[in-house]
T-cell receptor, first 115, second 116 residues
Framework: DTGVSQDPRHKITKRGQNVTFRCDPI?????LYWYRQTLGQGPEFLTY????????KSRLLSDRFSAERPKGSFSTLEIQRTEQGDSAMYLC?????????????FGPGTRLTVT | DQQVKQNSPSLSVQEGRISILNCDYT??????FLWYKKYPAEGPTFLIS?????DKNEDGRFTVFLNKSAKHLSLHIVPSQPGDSAVYFC???????????????FGQGTRLTINP
């Protein structure tokens, strides 16, 4: 299967701890996105990369959040000093830049629970 | 500011009949629209999309209609099957010519239940 993969699938952490999630996009996709989804809502955009460049960050992304995409391949999303409000599903998606519709393909997500 | 709205949180349809899911948007800069399907504990799965230069796109049992003047799109599923039971999200994005416009803006989702 060559879809988007995310690791871990589930993470339980105590408030104040740091967590890091990984996303591996579809291999030929040069764009990578992070979204967050809470119960009863649609996914909300956090940030995106084109190759290794981080081109946009949402106002939702506080300074406790940082994302990287070294060498334009996999990406990591780190949350420092987690808070209970950070509990959510964190989704990664990838797409390829071409003259077609902006179809983004999602991974299975990482469910974060902050206790 | 909810730029993409799905006003029906749930919809129940008989197997074999047509399912119609609706979505409204407010931002006239949106020019690509997509529908995703989501099962519990999985990421959204891309279903079908449409560009603002079209008013209809069809793929098998799925058809998306776009009414730009009304800022409204709909997804038709015919015939509906039990495996279609899931949460459906519509999403919109802006022109690729504008940096930052490629992010998807999602509606809140509609839970579709297909009854046998």
């Amino acid at each position: 299967d060559t879809g988007v993969s995310q690791d871990p699938r589930h993470k339980i952490t105590k408030r104040g701890q740091n967590v890091t999630f990984r996303c591996d996009p579809i291999s030929e996709h040069n764009r990578l996105y992070w979204y967050r989804q809470t119960l009863g809502q649609g996914p909300e955009f956090l940030t995106y990369f084109q190759n290794e460049a981080q081109l946009e960050k949402s106002r939702l992304l506080s300074d406790r959040f940082s994302a990287e995409r070294p060498k334009g391949s996999f990406s990591t999303l780190e949350i420092q000093r987690t808070e209970q409000g950070d509990s959510a599903m964190y989704l990664c998606a990838s797409s390829v830049l071409r003259d077609s519709l902006n179809e983004q393909y999602f991974g299975p997500g990482t469910r974060l629970t902050v206790t | 500011d909810q730029q993409v709205k799905q006003n029906s949180p749930s919809l129940s349809v008989q197997e074999g009949r047509i399912s119609i899911l609706n979505c409204d948007y407010t931002n006239s800069m949106f020019d690509y629209f997509l529908w995703y399907k989501k099962y519990p504990a999985e990421g959204p799965t891309f279903l079908i999309s449409i560009s603002s230069i079209k008013d209809k796109n069809e793929d098998g049992r799925f058809t998306v209609f776009l009414n730009k003047s009304a800022k409204h799109l709909s997804l038709h599923i015919v015939p509906s099957q039990p495996g279609d039971s899931a949460v459906y999200f519509c999403a919109a994005s802006g022109s690729k010519r504008i940096q930052g416009a490629q992010k998807l803006v999602f509606g809140q989702g509609t839970r579709l239940t297909i009854n046998p």
